[in-house]
């Protein structure tokens, strides 16, 4: 089944402690993609790759880090998280950039307290 | 910078229409249409690609006016199954910003019996 897949999908953790999601995809998609959704505020990108080896950053890419060393996975790492980055957090990947619709994982809930 | 989309909120009867806007400050050169129901991932609905056509499926169609910079969403005879939180996202593609695809706040609608 072609799909995109996160872990965890739920999450507690304290200030500063490193965490990394993982988000996978085996779709051969080119393009991935970060977001995060908080209240009121609709979907904001983190950070995006168009292909391995190449990323970017987003709107909102400060505390974040990501890597795309292989095409399937693009994990979201927060090296020192704090409450302000309590969230959902979405993986999406499309076939490329461009005109191609993105498929979206079911989503992180990241509390930090 | 975000699109704005409008309305904020709409509440429908089954079987009425409904039309959803989204307009950027920025020359735009696609706009992406999600549907997300609640506790549940983004959906695709359509892309609009500069200088392409109007687009549509069952009774959701779209249209995108590269002139205003605007992207409207058409719902026909609203279903129960439509409700959700409509966001569209847009995307520059020239310069840095290939890749970065921001998304409007929101619109929530709900259709009732």
């Known amino acids: 089944e072609a799909q995109v897949t996160q872990n965890p999908r739920y999450l507690i953790t304290v200030t500063g402690k490193k965490l990394t999601v993982t988000c996978s995809q085996n779709m051969n998609h080119e393009y991935m993609s970060w977001y995060r959704q908080d209240p009121g505020l609709g979907l904001r990108q983190i950070y995006y790759?168009?292909?391995?080896?190449?990323?970017d950053k987003g709107d909102v890419p400060e505390g974040y880090k990501v890597s795309r060393k292989e095409k399937r996975n693009f994990p979201l790492i927060l090296e020192s998280p704090s409450p302000n980055q309590t969230s959902l957090y979405f993986c999406?990947?499309?076939?490329?950039?461009?005109?191609?619709?993105?498929?979206f994982g079911p989503g992180t809930r990241l509390t930090v307290t | 910078q975000q699109p704005v989309q409008s309305p904020q909120a709409v509440i429908l009867r089954e079987g009425e229409d409904a039309v959803i806007n989204c307009s950027s400050s920025?020359?735009?050169?696609?706009v992406h249409w999600y549907r997300q129901k609640h506790g549940e991932a983004p959906v695709f609905l359509m892309i609009?690609?500069?200088?392409?056509e109007q687009k549509g499926h069952d009774k959701i169609s779209a249209s995108f006016n590269e002139k205003k910079q605007q992207s409207s969403l058409y719902l026909t005879a609203s279903q129960l199954s439509y409700s959700g939180t409509y966001f569209c996202g847009t995307a520059m593609n020239y310069g840095g910003s290939q890749g970065n695809l921001i998304f409007g706040k929101g619109t929530k609608l709900s259709v009732k019996p």
């Open positions: 999406a990947s499309s076939s490329r950039w461009g005109g191609y619709e993105q498929y």
């Open positions: 920025k020359a735009l050169y696609s």
């Open positions: 609009l690609l500069k200088g392409g």
């Open positions: 790759s168009m292909n391995v080896e190449v990323t």
